[in-house]
């Protein structure tokens, strides 16, 4: 009997499977129209109004299209570009659903948006599932409906399934229960693979999984997400970034831009690591700039950031010539609101009354933006978009629509732009090679940083045509995060020596072939308290740079010191006092020989001046010819130079001129800087030595300093 009962439970847990295989086993047309899909995917604005015509229901303007070029070719090609644009416009939108089409058309693998915060990253791809999960019917359905002796009039078919039929059938089935995923079929119980979990953070693309293993990923993060670095879904990583809005409230209202920082270190360091061997990575970012400490300000300035190809779109393109019959719209406007006119007519009807007069000389970038509403007078909210714009301007401020339309928020009286980037490092770039000089040179200086595992030097030569020629920089590494300060203190005294030995064997050389001996070198002597390990803080035990400096002879080789805040000390026998400098001579309480202590204010920002005229300027900056490894392009060099004088902007905007934060990639900037102070000691050192007899040839000092 027992048998009998399992044979029949058998029986029916199979009817049962069998009846539950064949409700998930999906019916999946064909494509309706394949020849106008085909067309229309050949032409992403055309695809836009045809498939998503309830968004994109006006033209597209001309910085539109422009936008869908760009998405188009970083979808496709892998390239990078910025574009802040007023709020409102639909660039949001645009991004979205080309994120969308170009998945659909497999032309992408795993597109992944990122957004100021997991929760708005996750509002775009809740968007795109609720679009191919839509319950609108497409043009069989309706025919269908018709037929039946339903009503269809006014329904626009939904074109996205009937082109589409595949994905949107599954992602109906799917949506109300993204568990239904796991064992979904089609057409005769061929397997489909989907993944629907909103609650992860990412979706995947039904596919028949005989034709094509794993469709295209579309995942949302916030920029701070842990999630980002390394991120790959079944060993798939992003190949295109949608970055949208990053700079949240938080990073526009903290104190300059430390939030904004983060954020460019994010897509410096683990967006732009996200891409794999051979791969591309296209980045996009949207934005609105509404600060000039936000991210967005940065990237779509092509001057600090060039590689991304930043450009800003105005509301306003050209203001109206007749401001006096605006002004008085707007004192209409906000006079009539005050005595309960709630939709400024009597400023509407002046509009109407004067149009052609007050839209004289503007033009606007979308002309289609605005409210077309009609109020119980019959009249429209607005007319044109010049209008509406100037009925924000009337209801807020003039600051506040420079900032939320035109892209051009207002500058902090005390702020300090830091103007010097990458690309204008790079820009200085000359004719002559590394380690070589003019015949006619006068004077060659050096400055050398010291860290505990590294040293960076620069060195310039100076001739009356080009009297700021840099003709080498170079670091040196003698140990790891590991290295103890004693044992630092060894390697950088060896690492001094070992530097002076090669420079004396490969010094800067003229297009004659003559050897240059370089005139000066400032070596940074550190700070006191400079590290700390196991939670104690670490001072030298002999100070190396004192050290070597004794060894070769304090007349070409000086220990100097940066003074954030610099006070020229009053003249006297011991001391020898120059341009924002001066140095302490002999032996001293903390010292053990001469010592140059300079105003770092001052020659730091004298850095950034020099790279910053014009080609034309003699006093320029010079670099010479870059070539392979850490000289390609001078971009690590320019990247110092840039981090050195943003971090001394901010503590000067706060007022304070201690010491910068740790860590900071700057170190070329400060051997620059202390490379132009030995320049202005070298000069002073000359008057004195006048009278003192010949200065001695390389040859001389090097048999001097190993005697």
Same mark, same amino acid.
């Given at each position: 009997?027992? %048998?009998v009962?399992d044979?029949?439970?058998?029986?029916s847990?199979?009817?049962?499977a069998?009846?539950?295989?064949?409700e998930?086993d999906?019916?999946?047309p064909?494509?309706?129209?394949?020849?106008?899909?085909r067309?229309l995917e050949?032409?992403?604005?055309?695809?836009?109004?045809?498939?998503?015509?309830d968004?994109?229901?006006?033209p597209?303007?001309?910085?539109q299209?422009?936008?869908?070029?760009?998405v188009?070719?970083?979808l496709r090609?892998?390239?990078?570009?910025?574009?802040a644009?007023?709020r409102?416009?639909?660039k949001?939108s645009?991004?979205?659903?080309?994120?969308m089409k170009? /998945?659909?058309?497999?032309?992408?693998?795993?597109p992944?948006?990122?957004a100021a915060?997991?929760?708005?990253?996750?509002?775009?791809?809740?968007?795109?599932?609720?679009?191919?999960?839509?319950k609108?019917?497409?043009?069989?359905?309706?025919?269908?409906?018709?037929?039946? /002796?339903?009503?269809t009039?006014?329904i626009i078919?939904?074109?996205?399934?009937?082109?589409y039929?595949?994905?949107?059938?599954?992602?109906?089935?799917?949506?109300?229960?993204?568990?239904?995923?796991r064992n979904v079929?089609?057409?005769?119980?061929?397997?489909?693979?989907?993944? *629907?979990?909103?609650?992860?953070?990412?979706f995947?693309?039904?596919?028949?999984s005989?034709v094509?293993?794993?469709?295209?990923?579309i995942?949302?993060? /916030?920029?701070?997400?842990?999630?980002?670095?390394?991120c790959?879904?079944?060993d798939v =990583?992003?190949?295109?970034?949608?970055?949208?809005?990053?700079?949240s409230?938080?990073?526009?209202?903290?104190e300059?831009?430390?939030v904004?920082g983060k954020?460019?270190e994010?897509?410096?360091?683990? @967006?732009?690591?996200?891409?794999?061997?051979?791969? =591309?990575?296209g980045q996009?970012m949207?934005?609105?700039?509404?600060?000039?400490?936000?991210?967005a300000?940065?990237y779509s300035?092509p001057q600090?950031?060039?590689?991304?190809?930043?450009t800003?779109?105005?509301?306003?393109? !050209?203001?109206p010539?007749?401001?006096?019959?605006w002004d008085?719209?707007c004192w209409?406007r906000?006079t009539?609101?005050?005595?309960g006119?709630?939709f400024?007519r009597a400023?509407?009807?002046?509009?109407?009354?004067?149009? #052609?007069?007050?839209?004289?000389?503007?033009?606007?970038?979308n002309p289609h933006?605005?409210d077309?509403?009609k109020?119980k007078?019959?009249?429209?909210?607005?007319?044109?978009?010049?209008?509406?714009?100037?009925?924000?301007?009337?209801?807020t401020s003039r600051e506040?629509? +420079?900032?939320?339309?035109?892209?051009?928020?207002?500058?902090?009286e005390?702020?300090?732009e830091v103007?010097?980037t990458?690309?204008?490092v790079?820009a200085?770039?000359d004719?002559?090679?590394?380690?070589?000089c003019? $015949?006619?040179?006068?004077? @060659?200086?050096?400055?050398m940083?010291?860290?505990?595992t590294?040293l960076?030097?620069?060195t310039?030569?100076?001739e009356?045509?080009?009297p700021?020629?840099i003709? +080498?920089?170079?670091?040196?590494?003698?140990?790891?995060?590991e290295?103890?300060?004693?044992?630092?203190?060894?390697?950088i005294?060896?690492?001094?020596?070992?530097?002076a030995?090669?420079?004396v064997?490969?010094p800067?050389?003229?297009?004659?072939g003559?050897a240059?001996?370089?005139d000066l070198?400032? @070596? +940074?002597?550190? *700070?006191l308290?400079?590290?700390?390990?196991?939670?104690?803080?670490?001072?030298?035990?002999?100070?190396?740079? #004192?050290t070597?400096?004794?060894?070769?002879?304090?007349?070409? *080789?000086?220990?100097? !010191?940066?003074?954030?805040n610099y006070?020229? $000390?009053?003249?006297?026998r011991?001391?020898?006092?120059g341009?924002?400098?001066h140095?302490n001579?002999?032996?001293?309480?903390?010292?053990?020989?001469d010592e140059? @202590?300079?105003?770092?204010?001052?020659?730091?920002?004298?850095?950034?001046?020099?790279?910053?005229?014009?080609?034309?300027d003699?006093d320029?900056?010079r670099l010479?010819?870059?070539?392979?490894?850490?000289?390609?392009n001078?971009?690590?060099?320019?990247?110092?130079?840039? %981090?050195? %004088?943003?971090?001394?902007?901010?503590?000067?905007?706060r007022?304070s001129?201690?010491r910068?934060?740790?860590?900071?990639?700057?170190?070329?900037?400060?051997s620059a800087?202390?490379?132009?102070?030995? !320049?202005?000691v070298?000069?002073?050192?000359?008057?004195?030595d006048?009278?003192? /007899?010949?200065?001695?040839?390389?040859?001389?000092m090097?048999?001097?300093? =190993?005697?």
């Amino acid at each position: 009997m027992a %048998a009998v009962t399992d044979t029949r439970n058998s029986s029916s847990n199979a009817a049962h499977a069998k009846r539950r295989a064949n409700e998930r086993d999906l019916i999946i047309p064909d494509p309706l129209d394949p020849d106008r899909r085909r067309q229309l995917e050949a032409d992403d604005a055309a695809w836009l109004r045809h498939y998503c015509r309830d968004v994109f229901y006006n033209p597209f303007t001309a910085d539109q299209l422009a936008m869908i070029a760009d998405v188009g070719e970083s979808l496709r090609y892998g390239s990078k570009k910025c574009k802040a644009a007023p709020r409102g416009g639909g660039k949001s939108s645009i991004l979205t659903y080309l994120v969308m089409k170009y /998945g659909l058309c497999r032309q992408v693998r795993f597109p992944l948006v990122v957004a100021a915060t997991f929760g708005k990253a996750q509002k775009t791809t809740s968007k795109l599932r609720r679009r191919l999960a839509s319950k609108s019917h497409g043009t069989t359905e309706l025919a269908a409906l018709t037929k039946k /002796g339903v009503s269809t009039k006014g329904i626009i078919p939904n074109h996205l399934f009937d082109d589409y039929p595949m994905e949107c059938t599954v992602a109906r089935y799917v949506d109300p229960w993204p568990s239904r995923a796991r064992n979904v079929t089609g057409n005769g119980l061929r397997d489909i693979h989907v993944e *629907w979990g909103a609650a992860d953070g990412y979706f995947i693309l039904p596919t028949w999984s005989d034709v094509e293993p794993l469709g295209p990923i579309i995942m949302s993060l /916030g920029w701070s997400s842990d999630e980002l670095q390394g991120c790959n879904i079944y060993d798939v =990583r992003p190949d295109f970034i949608m970055l949208d809005d990053l700079d949240s409230r938080a990073s526009l209202s903290s104190e300059h831009g430390v939030v904004a920082g983060k954020i460019e270190e994010t897509i410096e360091k683990t @967006i732009s690591g996200m891409i794999g061997p051979s791969r =591309r990575l296209g980045q996009y970012m949207l934005c609105t700039i509404t600060s000039t400490d936000a991210a967005a300000y940065r990237y779509s300035d092509p001057q600090i950031k060039p590689s991304w190809d930043g450009t800003r779109v105005q509301a306003i393109r !050209k203001w109206p010539t007749n401001t006096e019959l605006w002004d008085k719209y707007c004192w209409l406007r906000q006079t009539g609101m005050q005595e309960g006119d709630t939709f400024g007519r009597a400023a509407h009807q002046f509009y109407l009354a004067n149009r #052609e007069a007050m839209d004289a000389g503007a033009e606007v970038s979308n002309p289609h933006d605005f409210d077309q509403t009609k109020l119980k007078d019959s009249t429209q909210v607005h007319l044109s978009n010049l209008q509406k714009c100037f009925d924000f301007i009337a209801d807020t401020s003039r600051e506040a629509f +420079d900032t939320e339309y035109q892209n051009d928020p207002p500058k902090r009286e005390s702020q300090l732009e830091v103007q010097v980037t990458a690309y204008h490092v790079g820009a200085c770039a000359d004719d002559l090679n590394q380690g070589q000089c003019d $015949p006619t040179t006068t004077m @060659i200086v050096r400055g050398m940083d010291v860290r505990k595992t590294e040293l960076h030097h620069v060195t310039m030569a100076s001739e009356a045509a080009r009297p700021h020629r840099i003709v +080498d920089y170079n670091v040196r590494s003698h140990g790891t995060s590991e290295t103890t300060v004693e044992q630092a203190e060894v390697a950088i005294l060896q690492g001094f020596r070992q530097l002076a030995d090669e420079w004396v064997t490969n010094p800067p050389t003229d297009s004659n072939g003559t050897a240059h001996s370089v005139d000066l070198t400032l @070596i +940074d002597k550190g *700070w006191l308290g400079n590290w700390t390990e196991d939670g104690a803080v670490k001072t030298w035990a002999s100070q190396p740079a #004192e050290t070597f400096c004794l060894e070769m002879g304090l007349r070409h *080789w000086l220990p100097a !010191k940066a003074a954030p805040n610099y006070r020229s $000390p009053k003249p006297s026998r011991g001391v020898i006092i120059g341009d924002n400098w001066h140095i302490n001579r002999g032996k001293g309480q903390e010292r053990k020989c001469d010592e140059v @202590i300079w105003n770092a204010a001052h020659w730091h920002l004298l850095v950034e001046e020099l790279f910053m005229l014009p080609e034309d300027d003699a006093d320029r900056f010079r670099l010479f010819r870059a070539t392979d490894g850490i000289f390609v392009n001078h971009k690590a060099f320019g990247e110092h130079i840039t %981090a050195g %004088a943003t971090q001394l902007k901010e503590m000067m905007m706060r007022g304070s001129r201690s010491r910068k934060p740790r860590f900071v990639r700057d170190h070329w900037w400060d051997s620059a800087a202390m490379m132009l102070v030995a !320049k202005s000691v070298e000069c002073v050192l000359r008057e004195r030595d006048k009278g003192r /007899g010949p200065r001695k040839s390389l040859s001389d000092m090097a048999k001097s300093a =190993r005697s």
